[in-house]
């Protein structure tokens, strides 16, 4: 059973840091891993997509970093904004007929001006 | 390009009546993907269309069902609502590829009282 697991819960950081956020998952058999940031009470607007083939992605201040045979992801944020103060969600595709997402429990950070 | 869209924003029910959900994916996806975000909880898959067809299903009661239209809009109905029904509920579409990006919608708020 696929499990994904996102450290640390809950993040704060004055504005400027340069930040990591991390997610585990316990199957490598993975099509891709996609990024997430969700704002309270809305959707999810996609950040970065890894396919199982790539090592990293990037996006602006983002970038995004798989290693599938350890089961870990990464996502890099560079020079944080308060603005960038949302739930980050990682979730990994599985490499069986559903198709679905398994999505980790999200990371909540608060970048402080 | 218009996003995935969802309706209605919020829904407010009594237990026992029905809901129903409407989403309309990004023109040219056909895969059509249901989560369901309960408050403390993760996000958890609840139905995947493909071309009319229901491809897959999540651990959830027969009472949440739904189905594709022809253009692949897609819509979840819940019947003899629950009070533990009051969530968000996402809606995602993506081609119908294993690689594919997924794109979500911004959700539809449904309260049980």
């Known amino acids: 059973k696929q499990e994904v697991t996102q450290i640390p819960a809950a993040l704060s950081v004055p504005e400027g840091e340069n930040l990591v956020l991390n997610c585990s998952f316990t199957?490598?058999?993975?099509?891709?891993l996609q990024w997430f940031r969700q704002d309270p009470g809305k959707g999810l607007t996609s950040l970065l997509l890894?396919?199982?083939?790539?090592r990293e992605q990037t996006s602006g201040r983002l970038n995004a970093s798989l290693d599938k045979s350890s089961g870990r992801s990464t996502l890099y944020i560079a020079a944080s904004q308060p603005g960038d103060s949302a739930t980050y969600l990682c979730a990994v595709r599985r490499t069986d007929s559903s198709y679905k997402l398994i999505f980790g429990s999200g990371t909540r950070l608060l970048v402080r001006p | 390009e218009a996003g995935v869209t969802q309706s209605p924003t919020h829904l407010i029910k009594t237990r026992g009546q029905q809901a129903t959900l409407r989403c309309s994916p990004i023109s040219g996806h056909t895969s059509v993907y249901w989560y369901q975000q309960a408050l403390g909880l993760g996000l958890q898959f609840l139905l995947w269309y493909d071309e009319g067809e229901e491809r897959n299903r999540g651990n959830f009661p027969p009472r949440f069902s739904g189905r594709q239209f022809p253009n692949y809009s897609s819509e979840l109905n819940v019947n003899a609502l629950e009070l533990e029904d009051s969530a968000l509920y996402l809606c995602?579409?993506?081609?119908?590829?294993?690689?594919?990006?997924?794109?979500f919608g911004q959700g539809t708020r449904l309260t049980v009282v």
């Open positions: 890894i396919q199982s083939s790539q």
């Open positions: 199957d490598s058999a993975i099509y891709n």
């Open positions: 995602a579409s993506s081609l119908y590829w294993e690689g594919a990006e997924a794109f």
